[in-house]
């Protein structure tokens, strides 16, 4: 069964870059799926960043798309996320989940999830 | 660009009760992009409804989704104390490629 585990810094300065990755475990990321993040503010409700095909194509939400970078590499089995340029704006719990998406899939769709982290933008 | 509206923002229900949660979107959404999700506090979503109304793997039979168009709705037939979380809808866009979730719906006890 497919697991996903977040990793990265829990707190970022304004204006510089957050990383983080995303390790999938029990199963292929060569397999035929797409693979995201979604982020969620305190308190609010869920945004999609984007989502990576073990090719390397990507797909991201077009009001981030200018900061956002998806990658994957597939010998350690995980992708990652880098999103510049952070303001408080930015302060979340991070999710990265398997996205069915594409050719691959017929109904789109985000499952399983890994259990987020929360990345905090402050000096 | 197509916007998700959920009603009721809080839907206050006692257990036993049968609740009804609603997703309206601004344009046509193709049924097989719309999905249903279950978060309770501090933890990850769950999917629970795809192709807006087939039942996920390990989902309760309680849950089951119904709509088309623009008009989505999730039903709890009869609610288990387990049930009291935020439910959040998802579509799948063409025009820009992208996803979008509802603001949610957040069921709590009466």
């Known amino acids: 069964q497919v697991q996903l585990q977040e990793s990265g810094p829990g707190l970022v300065k304004p204006s510089e870059t957050l990383s983080l990755t995303c390790a999938v475990s029990d199963y292929s990321i060569s397999s035929p799926y797409y693979w995201g993040w979604i982020r969620q503010p305190p308190g609010k409700g869920l945004e999609w960043i984007g989502s990576i095909y073990h090719s390397g194509s990507t797909f991201y939400n077009p009001s981030l798309k200018s900061r956002v970078t998806i990658s994957v590499d597939t010998s350690k089995n995980q992708f990652s996320l880098r999103l510049n340029s952070v303001t408080a704006a930015d302060t979340a719990v991070y999710y990265c989940a398997r996205t069915f998406y594409g050719s691959g899939s017929y109904y789109f769709r985000f499952d399983p999830w890994g259990q987020g982290t929360l990345v905090t933008v402050s000096s | 660009e197509i916007v998700l509206t959920q009603s009721p923002g809080t839907l206050s229900l006692s257990p036993g009760e049968r609740a009804t949660l609603s997703c309206r979107a601004s344009?046509?959404?193709?049924?097989?992009?719309l999905a249903w999700y279950q978060q309770k506090p501090g933890q990850a979503p769950r999917l629970l409804i795809y192709?807006?109304?087939s039942r996920a793997t390990g989902i309760p039979d309680r849950f089951s989704g119904s709509g088309s168009g623009t008009d989505f709705t999730l039903t709890i037939s009869r609610l288990e104390p387990e049930d009291f979380a935020v439910y959040y809808c998802?579509?799948?866009?063409?025009?820009?490629?992208?996803?979008?979730f509802g603001p949610g719906t957040k069921v709590d006890i009466k």
């Open positions: 192709g807006a109304s």
């Open positions: 344009q046509s959404v193709s049924s097989i992009y």
């Open positions: 998802q579509q799948y866009g063409n025009s820009p490629p992208k996803f979008t």
